[in-house]
């Protein structure tokens, strides 16, 4: 079982792991296609450390630009 957050109800959804349609290993990040019980959509849900710490870093770069 798996909790996912449905990003087009905005509810948590319990969903079993026959649910599952795909895992895909990136360098950064493992990606999870799921279908989604509250909506009936497939929905990709990234997960790991290195894909967050991406995210962070980007948001620091452009911290840093300066307005033209």
């Known amino acids: 079982m ?9 509810a948590d959804v319990l969903v079993s792991a026959d649910r ?3 895992v895909t290993n990136h360098p ?8 989604c ?5 497939t ?3 990234r997960t790991g450390r ?3 710490a ?3 870093a980007a948001a620091r770069r452009a911290e840093e630009l300066v307005p033209a």
């Open 50 to 52: 290195r894909w967050a």
């Open 20 to 22: 599952i349609r795909s």
């Open 37 to 41: 019980c509250a909506c009936g959509q």
């Open 54 to 56: 991406a995210g962070a």
């Open 2 to 10: 798996l909790l996912i957050a449905c990003p087009v109800t905005g």
């Open 43 to 45: 929905h990709v849900h």
């Open 28 to 35: 950064t990040h493992i990606a999870v296609t799921v279908a």
